[in-house]
């Protein structure tokens, strides 16, 4: 279980990083109270996080920001008392709204039975893609189990491209740089500190999952990393994976997708078919990196998208 090989990471007296309940947790503590970025992937992860934040400080939560829409990062929204404030962009409020995952914890009364029902006739039918459905409608009918009777409530303070706070002592920029991960995965930056927050707009050590659907742009995202690279931060928290120091996670990151896109237009140039660079291409100098499972989205994606410009 996931909750229990959780770990509770002090970046430094006032900020915290928990590790294992899905995405990466980040919470700051101020004098004021404590400011959460992003809750786990359950209602249970989202308890967690409240009592290893009441174990630290007995300070109010004041905030909380979702990066993103993603199960992994929303989920234990669940467990959020109706006072606290979320923040998050307009385009994740419109992303939980309209997109149904299996692993989602929104949309359940409305989207789910739906998407069961449709599920279920995909996994009856004799396809390459019976597989595949059979596995999600396995995942939809848990969480729709688990969900149906709750409401996860949605971002209540909404922001296009970029709010600051003052939390306490510390500022705390949110901006969304532009479609990467998603087409709304914004960051945090903490002025007095030095850190970046990237939620999923960073995966450290691990391939990334590109969710077009959700509105991403690897192009983009090249860009975003490379920039944010040079900016000299101190440390950085991704959405996966362990915190960073300095900035060279970010620029080996942009380094990997510059790397895939390449791959990926020469297996084009080659002749290859989709699933024949699936199967060609290794990512052989990032398979040390970490779990592969990204690996087939990133090759699918980037053959699909076909080459921008930049590249
Ligand atoms: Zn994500």
């Given at each position: 279980m996931a909750d229990e090989n959780h770990i509770v990471e002090k970046v430094n007296d006032h900020l915290y990083v928990i590790q294992g309940l899905g995405g990466n947790i980040s919470f700051l503590i101020t004098d004021e109270g404590v400011f959460l970025i992003d809750m786990g992937n359950s209602r249970k992860d989202g308890e967690t996080v409240l009592e290893e934040i009441r174990r630290i400080t007995d300070k109010p939560l004041i905030y909380v920001f979702l990066t993103h829409y993603h199960g992994d990062h929303v989920n234990g929204m669940a467990a959020l008392p109706v006072h606290v404030p979320v923040i998050a962009t307009e385009h994740t409020l419109e992303n939980l709204k309209n997109i149904t995952t299996p692993n989602r914890a929104y949309n359940i009364k409305e989207a789910y039975p739906a998407a069961i029902k449709d599920l279920k006739e995909k996994a009856q039918?004799?396809?390459?893609?019976s597989e595949k459905a059979a596995r999600e409608l396995k995942e939809m009918q848990k969480r729709f189990e688990a969900y149906k009777n709750e409401s996860v409530r949605y971002p209540?303070?909404?922001?296009e491209t970029r709010r600051t706070l003052r939390v306490g002592d510390f500022t705390v920029e949110l901006f969304l740089p532009g479609p990467a991960h998603t087409g709304g995965n914004a960051m945090a930056f903490i002025k007095e500190m030095n850190v970046l927050i990237t939620g999923d707009n960073l995966f450290h050590n691990d391939f990334p999952y590109i969710d077009i659907r959700g509105g991403a742009d690897p192009y983009h995202w090249i860009t975003i990393a490379r920039e944010h690279s040079?900016?000299?931060?101190?440390i950085i928290i991704p959405g996966h994976g362990p915190v960073a120091k300095g900035t060279e996670a970010l620029a080996r990151f942009a380094d990997y997708l510059e790397y895939a896109a390449n791959e990926v237009r020469k297996a084009k140039e080659d002749g290859l078919t989709e699933d024949e660079a699936v199967e060609k291409i290794t990512m052989e100098p990032y398979t040390h990196l970490g779990k592969a499972r990204f690996r087939e989205n990133n090759i699918r994606v980037f053959y699909n998208i076909g080459v921008a410009s930049c590249i």
């Open positions: 039918k004799d396809s390459t893609d209540d303070e909404i922001f040079k900016k000299g931060y101190d």
